[in-house]
């Protein structure tokens, strides 16, 4: 099983700030990875997929990287509706797995 | 519209018996496999199993082979979720997602949630 690890845990970040969100697959996952945002008492919704393909209406402040093992997802300049909970997903081996998640606060 | 349409809460006492639901609509529905994710209160989101409404293959995740059953009744566009025997972890909510077309990947439709409580 393919082992996801998030970090950090949680960030604290100010509106207008970046934030960069980090996910390590414990063995490669090639670009089969997505990212999702949860906000409480919501639904998850996809972000990203492919590593880097942003999912139909998510807007351009959000950017996914990276291939193998080490995966980034940044947002360029944080919202106040982005304040939430982030999980990354791997889809490249069964069965597929998610990370721990990285909760996005208000500083 | 893609809209995929959980079942209501439950509540139910350990060792009973559940079905769930989520029905499709806006979408060929036999021809995108359905998964189903659970959320532990205040935890993350795990993965537990998918099937293909058209033929029914379905795959589990090893932790949750033989502690739940994954079924599908394509001519009424839903997928199920049951338990034989409910325990008090089985407590969460649970969502059924929808994968894009070429496999079960990713979920790009998510169902609103059904929330079960186990509680004797």
């Known amino acids: 099983e393919r082992v996801m690890t998030q970090s950090p845990v949680a960030l604290s970040v100010s509106p207008g700030e970046r934030a960069t969100l980090s996910c390590r697959a414990s063995q490669s996952v090639s670009t089969n990875l997505a990212w999702y945002q949860q906000k409480p008492g919501q639904v998850p919704r996809l972000l990203i997929y492919g590593a880097s393909t942003r999912a139909t209406g998510i807007p351009a402040r959000f950017s996914g990287s990276g291939s193998g093992t080490d995966f980034t997802l940044t947002i360029s300049s944080l919202q106040s509706e982005d304040f939430a909970i982030y999980y990354c997903?791997?889809?490249?081996?069964?069965?597929?797995?998610f990370g721990q998640g990285t909760k996005v606060e208000i500083k | 519209e893609v809209q995929l349409v959980q079942s209501g809460a439950e509540v139910k006492k350990p060792g009973e018996s559940l079905k769930i639901s989520c029905q499709g609509s806006?979408?060929?529905?036999?021809?995108?496999?359905i998964g189903w994710v659970r959320q532990m209160p205040g935890k993350g989101l795990e993965w537990m199993g998918v099937?293909?409404?058209?033929?029914?293959?379905?795959r589990y995740s090893p932790s949750f082979q033989g502690q739940v059953t994954i079924s599908v009744d394509k001519s009424i566009n839903t997928a199920y979720l049951q338990w034989s025997s409910l325990k008090a972890s089985d407590a969460a909510i649970y969502y059924c997602v929808r994968h894009p077309q070429g496999g079960f990947s990713y979920g790009d439709y998510w169902g609103q949630g059904t929330l079960i409580t186990v509680s004797s």
């Open positions: 997903q791997q889809y490249n081996n069964w069965p597929r797995t």
């Open positions: 099937i293909y409404p058209d033929d029914s293959d379905t």
């Open positions: 806006g979408y060929n529905f036999a021809t995108y496999w």
